[in-house]
């Protein structure tokens, strides 16, 4: 059933305008992020309904993804909120010159996600199939490019999500074990100097 809810709004979206193709992006994006939040500030484990949910989500976001046009991709680009990995790089190219290949990457990616997320979507894996040209190129990895851009992508800003936005403060939890265990060691050892200093 959710497979037919993706297959309508991929043949539905082809039908829309420009803006609201990408009002429809931009919604798919918020449902994401937010999903991805809640998970990360309840620490959530394995949720098979949350994964079938985000799975379905990044299949529409690929689909949509697959159906912009290059203005509308370099549009999508210069968005602030966008998702886009390696957005950075089409808002600096001229506007005469749009590159949809940064949206089918972004596609492919989704896709990729969907797939992993549900091994049960067969829309999400039958769009990578299209996309990538069969089934042997589904389990091609990505080229080391697009994987060095994404974390070069990420590294500015990743002390910031860490500690701001995901509150991690595992190496400070640490750091004061470690200092307590210091200091009830060096308590021990300097009251036990004390008594047997004491008894003779």
């Given at each position: 059933?959710?497979?037919?809810?993706?297959?309508?709004?991929?043949?539905?979206?082809?039908?829309?305008?420009?803006?609201?193709?990408?009002?429809?992006?931009?919604?798919?994006?918020?449902?994401?992020?937010?999903?991805?939040?809640?998970?990360?500030?309840?620490?959530?484990?394995?949720?098979?309904?949350?994964?079938?949910?985000?799975?379905?989500?990044?299949?529409?976001?690929?689909?949509?993804?697959?159906?912009?046009?290059?203005?509308?991709?370099?549009?999508?680009?210069?968005?602030?909120?966008?998702?886009?990995?390696?957005?950075?790089?089409?808002?600096?190219?001229?506007?005469?010159?749009?590159?949809?290949?940064?949206?089918?990457?972004?596609?492919?990616?989704?896709?990729?996600?969907?797939?992993?997320?549900?091994?049960?979507?067969?829309?999400?894996?039958?769009?990578?199939?299209?996309?990538?040209g069969g089934d042997n190129a589904v389990h091609v990895r990505k080229p080391k490019e697009f994987v060095a851009e994404l974390f070069d992508s990420f590294a500015e800003t990743f002390d910031e999500m860490l500690l701001d936005?995901?509150?991690?403060?595992?190496?400070?939890?640490?750091?004061?074990?470690?200092?307590?265990?210091?200091?009830?060691?060096?308590?021990?050892?300097?009251?036990?100097?004390?008594?047997?200093?004491?008894?003779?």
């Open positions: 059933d959710s497979d037919n809810n993706n297959n309508s709004l991929s043949t539905s979206s082809s039908s829309l305008s420009s803006p609201q193709r990408l009002e429809i992006v931009g919604a798919i994006e918020e449902g994401i992020l937010a999903i991805e939040r809640a998970t990360v500030a309840r620490g959530a484990g394995e949720d098979a309904v949350r994964d079938a949910t985000l799975s379905q989500m990044y299949t529409a976001y690929g689909s949509v993804l697959l159906q912009l046009s290059p203005n509308e991709c370099h549009s999508l680009a210069l968005d602030p909120h966008t998702l886009l990995i390696g957005a950075e790089t089409v808002s600096q190219a001229p506007n005469d010159d749009p590159s949809i290949h940064l949206c089918r990457e972004n596609a492919e990616n989704a896709l990729r996600n969907g797939s992993t997320l549900d091994a049960t979507n067969v829309l999400s894996q039958e769009l990578l199939k299209q996309m990538m936005n995901l509150e991690y403060k595992v190496p400070q939890m640490v750091g004061d074990l470690a200092k307590q265990l210091l200091t009830s060691k060096s308590d021990n050892s300097s009251t036990s100097s004390s008594s047997s200093s004491s008894s003779s």
